[in-house]
């Protein structure tokens, strides 16, 4: 049950940072937090990226479409996405105003 939360919160996630990275419109919060749209699109779409191959990775493998290798090369590419997430389009401190 917890996956298929986890899938859910990856593809909203996911469609978050695509509607940065698309429309280029943020709101005052996000503004104040990241340096430009297009971090903080992609701090987004890593995160939902993340969410959502590890759902599906386990979610395939729990019932039998993926086998140990599928799953876990599907649970490093989600961690590596985290990790540039995390390291690469962190959101900054707020208390700045940078622009």
Do not use: E, K, N
């Amino acid at each position: 049950m917890f996956q298929v939360m986890f899938g859910i919160v990856g593809l909203v996630l996911t469609g978050h940072g695509v509607r940065l990275l698309l429309t280029r419109r943020m709101s005052p919060f996000t503004r104040r937090r990241w340096l430009g749209p297009v971090d903080a699109g992609m701090y987004f779409l890593c995160g939902g990226l993340f969410f959502l191959l590890l759902s599906v990775a386990y979610l395939g493998r729990l019932i039998g479409t993926f086998g140990p290798a599928t799953m876990l090369t599907l649970t490093a590419l989600a961690i590596t996405f985290l990790t540039i997430g995390q390291v690469r389009y962190r959101p900054r401190d707020g208390s700045t105003d940078v622009r």
